[in-house]
C-alpha cells in the first residue's frame, strides 16, 4: 500500500531570497574548527555567526568567500589557506575543489585524515542526534573507529580508483561532465581519477572522445565496471559495450568473497550496488558476522530483512542459516527484487517481497516468516528507516537487529528511535567506503 502524499508546507519565498543573497561573494578570514555532518568545517566570523566552511581542515586559518546565507548562518567555499593543517596533501581531484563538482568534497586531505574527519562526524552526530545516552553506550564500547576498505590500508595509497561506477551528464557542448556542488551548471571533466582503471580507459572525458557520436546535450550516462565482466555503458536505456557496440545486457555479474567462499550476483546494469571495488565484500562480511555473534553459526535461524534490495545480504544470511531455517525480505523496488529472487533462486527457505517498508508492510512480512526472528537487517536508504520503521521493527519482539546506515545523521536517529524502543547497542563498527568524499558506512548491532 502507498503511504497519503504529505502536503507541502507553506514558504516565506521572499524572506528566504533576502536571507541568502545577503553577503553572498564575501571574503571572509577564519579559524576553522571541528568538521560537521555534510562535509564542511565549522567556524564563526568576527560577528560570531556560525560558518560552514567547505575544502578546509580542522586548524587551518582560511580566506573563504561566502555562497550563501540564512538567518544566522552561513556557508563558505575555503579559497585561500593561509595556514594549512599538516592533514593537507595536493588534491586527487581538482576539478572538486572550490567552485567545482561536488562528490570530492575530502580529496584534498590524505586518506588517514578524511578517516578520522568521519569519526568526528559519527561521534558528533551521535551526541548531537543520538542523545547523551546513546553517544555514552558507544563510548562505553571503546567509541568509533572509521576502518579503511579492505586493500586501502596503505597510508602512502591515494585511494584513487576505486568506484567502479559513475554517473555523468552531457553538458551543451556534448561533453561528459557533473554538476556544480548544489548547481545546475554542468562542468565538463577533464578525467575521473576516483574511477576504477577500466572505466578510466573508456575515453568518456577525452577531447575527442568517440563517445560523443552516441550521447546529445542533456544525457544521462552512467558507466559501470562489474567485477565479473567488462565495463558497460548505459547512455538513457541503451547498453553499450567499451568499444562503442550497443548490445543487450539484462544483469551484471558480481563476485563477492563473502565467509571464506565466492558468490556471484545478478544485477541490472541500472540497479543499486555498492560502489566500492570491495564494499559490497567489506559489508557482507560485516552483516554476516553481526547476524550471528561473529560466529557466523545461524543454523536453523529465522531472519527477517528490510530495504533488502538485489540480495547481496539476503544471499549470505540464507546459506548460514542453511534449509532448517527461514528468510524473507521486504524492498520497495520491484526490479531489484526481480534481480534478488533470481540470486536466491533454489533457495526454498527464502522469500523476497516487493512492498513499502513501513509499519504494515513489516506486520505483513512478520506474517509470512511466521515467528518472532532471531534476527532482523535493515539497511535502509541515505534517509534512513525513520521512528514508525524503528518501533515497527521493535514490535517484532526480534532479540537481535542489524542496523547498516550510510549516513551519520539518520544512522543517529535511527539508534536513538531503536534504544527509545527498548534495545541497547552492542557494537558500532564503521568503514570509509567512500574515499574523497563525506560518506561512511556503520554497521551497528543491537540487542533487547
Known sequence: MSPRAPRRPSRRRSSIR???????????????????????????????????????????VVSARVSAVRSRLAWADAVEVLEPSTDRVDSVWPQAGPGGV?????????????????????????????????????????????APAWGDEEPSDPLTGRRSRIDVVIDAGGRAGMHEYRGRRVIALDRMPLAVPQIRGLGLFDQDSPWRSLWKPGDRVRAVAPSGGQPVVLIGEDAYAADGTRIDVPLLCWDVPIG???????????????????????????????????????????????????????????????????????????????????????????????????????VDLSGQLGRVPDVLVADPPRAGAGAQVCQAIAATGAPRVVLVSCDPAAGARDLRSLTDSGYRLLSLRAWDLFPHTHHVEMVAVLSR
Not at 28 to 34: A, N
Open 18 to 60: 533576502e536571507t541568502t543573497r545577503e553577503g553572498i561573494g564575501r571574503l571572509l578570514r577564519l579559524t576553522v574548527g571541528e568538521p560537521v555532518h555534510g562535509g564542511a568545517c565549522v567556524a564563526r566570523d568576527d560577528s560570531g555567526r556560525v560558518v560552514f566552511v567547505r575544502h578546509t581542515a580542522p586548524g587551518e
Open 102 to 146: 561536488g562528490g570530492g568534497e575530502l580529496s584534498h586531505l590524505a586518506p588517514a585524515a578524511q578517516r578520522d574527519w568521519k569519526r568526528r562526524v559519527i561521534s558528533g552526530q551521535l551526541r548531537r542526534v543520538g542523545g547523551q545516552a546513546l553517544a555514552e553506550a558507544a563510548g562505553a564500547l571503546g567509541g568509533v573507529e572509521v
Open 260 to 362: 571464506g567462499y565466492p558468490q556471484s550476483y545478478g544485477v541490472r546494469p541500472s540497479g543499486f550496488w555498492q560502489t566500492h571495488v570491495r564494499g559490497a565484500e567489506v559489508l557482507a562480511n560485516a552483516v554476516l558476522a553481526a547476524a550471528f555473534g561473529g560466529d557466523q553459526a545461524g543454523e536453523g535461524s529465522a531472519v527477517m530483512e528490510l530495504y533488502s534490495g538485489a540480495g547481496l545480504f539476503t544471499v549470505p544470511l540464507a546459506r548460514a542459516v542453511g534449509d532448517a531455517g527461514r528468510v524473507v525480505s521486504l524492498e520497495g523496488d520491484e526490479a531489484a527484487v526481480r534481480d534478488a529472487g533470481e540470486n536466491v533462486a533454489g533457495m526454498e527457505w527464502v522469500d523476497v517481497f516487493s512492498g513499502s517498508v513501513n509499519r504494515q508492510g513489516i
